[in-house]
């Protein structure tokens, strides 16, 4: 019920920052909880980011905790990851991911809607 389409992904060189952006269309945005994946070739889908619909919550993969920052703007339908301090390892296909309600875990499985993907690289 809900289309989400990433944006943002490019390169940027180690210690630089990038800022992906999730667009959502549906009526009902803000009752969705969102999250931040990502896969980089040969490993497994890993969870990166969520928040709850409210925003009250938050949570990140331990890797990533001081250097990224998930928001999300209902009015604008909207989520986001601000990615400061880039690491190589950050390189990736990244994908937002909604959840009605609630997150009720940081499986990838427990998220019913995907968008596309989007590509970040971040180079030595």
């Known amino acids: 019920q809900v289309q989400l389409v990433e944006s943002g992904g490019g390169l940027v060189q180690a210690g630089g920052s990038l800022r992906l952006s999730c667009a959502a269309s549906g009526r009902s945005f803000s009752s969705y909880a969102m999250g931040w994946f990502r896969q980089a070739p040969g490993k497994e889908r890993e969870f990166v980011a969520a928040i709850s619909w409210n925003a009250f919550s938050t949570r990140y993969i331990d890797s990533v905790k001081g250097r990224f920052a998930i928001a999300r703007d209902n009015a604008k339908n909207t989520v986001y990851l601000q990615m400061n301090s880039m690491k190589p390892e950050d390189t990736a296909v990244y994908y937002c991911?909604?959840?009605?309600?609630?997150?009720?875990?940081?499986?990838?499985?427990?998220?019913?809607?995907w968008g596309q993907g989007t590509q970040v690289t971040v180079s030595s």
């Open positions: 991911a909604a959840v009605r309600n609630m997150y009720r875990s940081t499986s990838s499985d427990a998220f019913d809607y």
